[in-house]
């Protein structure tokens, strides 16, 4: 009688374990480089990320298009964004600005409520939303390696 009571316990057991796994693998992906936090007046030198590109994910699958009918494109490492940028408050503009050397990158930026920005090189826009921020960056060319440098400017 005490073996179906014991073969439910390893079972219960065996599902929290994957559950656990499942959950921290989701956590653990926030970003693939790091986190930016910035709020209006930020000294430039703490809006500084870096990372490298080598990817053969389409940054066309996130989003084909951007808000202002801009087409999405580039390949990344994976569907984990680069970077997660948090805007404390509203900007009234920003730019982003990849640095990297002789290497064509690319950036997708995904904001709250769903707001796409994509360009190549760099994006400058106006009206950010205080938020978070999901940054992809691309190499032009897919597969192409290169390491990059992200400016956030006021």
């Known amino acids: 009688m005490l073996k179906q009571p014991i073969q439910h316990f390893k079972h ?20 693939n480089y790091g986190a930016i ?16 590109t080598a990817g053969s ?11 202002d009918n801009n ?10 964004p680069d970077h997660v940028m948090t805007l404390q408050k509203d900007f009234p503009h920003l730019k982003l600005e990849l640095r990297s050397g002789r290497t ?4 997708v930026v995904k ?3 769903g707001v796409i920005r994509c360009g190549i090189g760099s994006i400058e ?6 938020g978070e921020y999901q940054i992809w960056v691309g190499s032009k ?12 400017r006021e």
């Open 12 to 31: 219960a057991r065996f599902l929290a374990w994957v559950t656990l796994l499942c959950a921290s693998s989701v956590l653990a992906q926030t970003a």
């Open 37 to 52: 936090n910035v709020s209006p007046g930020f000294e430039p030198s703490s809006a500084i990320a870096t990372g490298s």
């Open 57 to 67: 994910f389409s940054l066309f699958s996130i989003a084909n298009r951007d808000r």
């Open 71 to 80: 087409f999405c494109v580039g390949y990344s490492t994976s569907a984990t």
């Open 104 to 107: 064509p990158t690319t950036l």
């Open 111 to 113: 904001g709250p409520n």
């Open 125 to 130: 826009d106006k009206n950010w939303k205080s």
């Open 141 to 152: 060319d897919e597969g192409v390696r290169g390491n990059y440098t992200l400016l956030v």
